[in-house]
């Protein structure tokens, strides 16, 4: 008897190119032994509330869509208490997640590595009740990829995040907070911070440190402090690009928990998504919680994480640096 999945894709992800490969990827999964169910999302959040009642017969989901899409069905199986297998099909701008992992953006590559591969236990977050697969953010930019209209990104892709986030140049704020972390306490004024299980953000490798495991129980914590100079943002970016983060404004730590508290309401973001604007923050891993279907033979990175420095400025940064006068600095 063939065992039953779930296909959940996002109609509007990737410029919508998975639709148009529906009825291909059914007739794979088929002739794989499964029993199909289709669902496409009806709109943001719509996934998350749909798999909450995840039927009982259901072996195995696969998410088509962005990194968006996959922290909404990730979610709604941690909310039905089932501990159901995800296979993902990364359509979005960036895949960050399955940058990480090595997963192909090729449709039917990624269904044949789904249909292939083993389950994998990989770490996620918990965010005041709340799971996020690879980045919890606050701060500078953080806002753009939840902002950032769907039909410009089908059109401009990428490009549309660093436009929007070109436009935000001259309206960063701080925050006034106190972070406890591996037993240590700091008070700072702080223009951005980021909460990881991932060798990529935004698109950009490297940003997150030079030895990242996404099994190991622990989360990369960076906090950039508030630059008092134009000095101080060359250094703070400097930091982040070239390994060295830990000196100067940036800080970094490999932690099962952080907490922060905040003196105003912070807007956070969850996988690239809108996460809330609470004060009071409270981030904790859940060892291998989540289990993701990978083909690992093929898989590069993987859940033993990458090793290596960053790659060159991003182009958003550059852009910040312009606007400074500091780009070749």
Wanted: charged share 20%.
């Amino acid at each position: 008897m063939a065992q039953r999945m779930l296909l959940i894709y996002n109609p509007r992800a990737g410029k919508g190119a998975f639709a148009p490969r529906l009825s291909e990827v059914v007739d794979m999964f088929v002739k794989g032994g499964y029993d199909v169910l289709v669902h496409p999302t009806q709109g943001q959040g719509e996934a998350m509330t749909y798999l909450k009642s995840l039927p009982e017969d259901i072996s195995l989901v696969v998410a088509a869509g962005g990194d968006g899409t996959l922290d909404e069905v990730v979610n709604g199986i941690m909310l039905s208490g089932r501990k159901v297998p995800v296979g993902y099909i990364p359509m979005g701008s960036t895949n960050d997640f399955a940058s990480s992992l090595g997963l192909s953006s090729v449709v039917i590559e990624a269904v044949g590595d789904i249909l292939g591969g083993e389950e994998c236990g990989i770490d996620i977050g918990d965010f005041n009740g709340h799971y996020f697969i690879y980045v919890a953010a606050f701060g500078a930019f953080t806002d753009v990829s939840y902002e950032t209209d769907q039909d410009m990104k089908n059109v401009f892709g990428h490009v549309a995040y660093l436009m929007e986030g070109a436009r935000r140049l001259g309206d960063l704020k701080t925050y006034h907070m106190t972070v406890t972390v591996n037993g240590e306490t700091k008070t700072g004024d702080y223009i951005y911070g980021m909460v990881t299980n991932s060798t990529s953000v935004g698109g950009f490798k490297g940003v997150t440190g030079t030895d990242v495991k996404l099994d190991d129980g622990l989360m990369e914590v960076t906090l950039v402090r508030a630059p008092r100079n134009l000095a101080d943002i060359n250094d703070a970016v400097g930091g982040l690009l070239t390994g060295t983060a830990g000196q100067g404004l940036v800080d970094v730590y490999h932690t099962s928990e952080v907490v922060i508290e905040a003196d105003t309401a912070v807007p956070w973001t969850l996988d690239g998504e809108y996460g809330g604007s609470p004060s009071s923050i409270t981030i904790r891993v859940l060892p291998r919680a989540c289990q993701v279907i990978l083909d690992e033979q093929k898989d590069s990175n993987g859940v033993l994480g990458q090793k290596g420095g960053a790659e060159e400025l991003p182009p958003l940064l550059k852009t910040i640096l312009k606007g400074t006068g500091m780009e070749n600095s």
